[in-house]
C-alpha cells in the first residue's frame, strides 16, 4: 500500500506564497514522476506541475514563473512553492506520483494520489 499525504494549504492573500508538501510512504521500491494538479469549483481537475526522476519538470502555462516544483528524493517528498498567487489560483490541489512497488515478488508500477489539500487566495 502507498500513501500520499499532501499539507500546506490554506489562505493566503492575492500576491502571497504558500508551500505544499507532499510525503510518499509505504512498499515503495522506486518514484519515477511526482506532480501537482488542482481542481477549482465546477472546473475540471488540471495539471500544474511535474518533475521526474531526471528532475525534468513541466508547468502549466498559468503557473510559469510563479509555481517552482521540487523533490527531495532520498525522503520520498515532493514540493510545490506558489509565489504571487492569484484568485484563480484556488483549488483543491493533489498531489500525484507514479511509482513502483515491492510485494511478495511481486513489482507493480501505477499512479497514486493523494486527498488533496485546499489552497485558496483572497483579495
Known amino acids: 500500500q502507498v500513501y500520499l499525504l499532501e499539507s500546506g494549504g490554506g489562505l493566503v492573500q492575492a500576491g502571497g506564497s504558500l508551500r505544499l508538501s507532499c510525503l510518499a510512504s509505504?512498499?515503495?521500491?522506486?518514484?519515477?514522476?511526482m506532480g501537482w494538479y488542482r481542481q477549482a469549483p465546477g472546473k475540471q481537475r488540471e495539471l500544474v506541475a511535474t518533475?521526474?526522476?531526471?528532475?525534468?519538470?513541466t508547468y502549466a502555462d498559468s503557473v510559469k514563473g510563479r509555481f517552482t516544483i521540487s523533490r527531495d528524493n532520498d525522503k520520498n517528498l515532493v514540493y510545490l512553492q506558489m509565489n504571487s498567487l492569484k484568485l484563480e489560483d484556488t483549488a483543491v490541489y493533489y498531489c500525484?506520483?507514479?511509482?513502483?512497488?515491492?510485494?511478495?515478488?511481486?513489482?507493480?508500477?501505477?499512479?497514486?494520489w493523494g486527498q488533496g489539500t485546499q489552497v485558496t487566495v483572497s483579495s
Open positions: 509505504g512498499r515503495i521500491l522506486s518514484i519515477n514522476s
Open positions: 518533475a521526474n526522476s531526471g528532475d525534468t519538470t
Open positions: 500525484t506520483a507514479t511509482i513502483t512497488t515491492v510485494q511478495s515478488m511481486d513489482v507493480k508500477r501505477a499512479d497514486y
